[in-house]
């Protein structure tokens, strides 16, 4: 454990510990300086502190870019990205996915006095969630599929940065199976993004993020 301030303990880092709703409140109202990522499903918790790194940052607004460039591709559809927003099912679960993007109407719209998340019980869920995996791998494929997967989110993504690789699900009878085009992008080959990592990896993300405006174009 360790102590943030006075009456505030941290539990083990990275990892899925037994806790309670209260718990999970606690931590996510205390103010902490270092930003808090915290994910609960049903009595477990996982907590995670500090800024990301590099790369982290730099593949996370790669596809901040991408879903931009996509919705300018495709006028007749809306799109809006609410990347690192914490999701909430009160008292059963709460995620903060690296990317999280509607597709179509009745998207959140934050209201005068109301609290900065988007409340599952008041909102659908996203179309599409994804985590960017620098350090993160084996729990984005495993623990936090699983929560996204019982949240009912139709399509997640996990992002290798280190292996350059895009791992794409789609949700059906309540388990991910593997993909190789986007549900909510319209059939966007998943290729198409594994290309566009590769070349971020080679330069910079906004050449990269270019280049994949250029390709979608004719697709």
Known sequence: MLTIQQNLVIPPLRQWHSATWDDYLTLRDARIKDRMRLFFNNEWMWVDMGGEGINHANISDLFVMLF????????????????????????????????????????????????????????????????????????????????????????????????KRMFAFILESGQYKACENSLALAQLPIEKLEQTLIRASQGTNTSAAAWFAQEIASL
């Open 68 to 163: 931009a460039f996509w919705a300018v591709a495709h006028p007749e559809q809306k799109y809006n990205s609410f990347c690192g927003c914490l999701l909430e099912k009160p008292k059963i679960q709460a995620c903060a996915p690296d990317l999280v993007l509607y597709a179509g109407d009745n998207y959140p719209a934050w209201q005068e006095g109301q609290p900065p998340r988007i409340d599952l019980t008041q909102w659908r869920v996203p179309d599409l969630v994804g985590e960017i995996s620098d350090t993160t791998l084996a729990a984005d494929l495993d623990e936090q599929k699983h929560l996204y997967a019982v949240l009912g989110i139709p399509e997640y993504w996990v992002i290798d940065v280190r292996g």
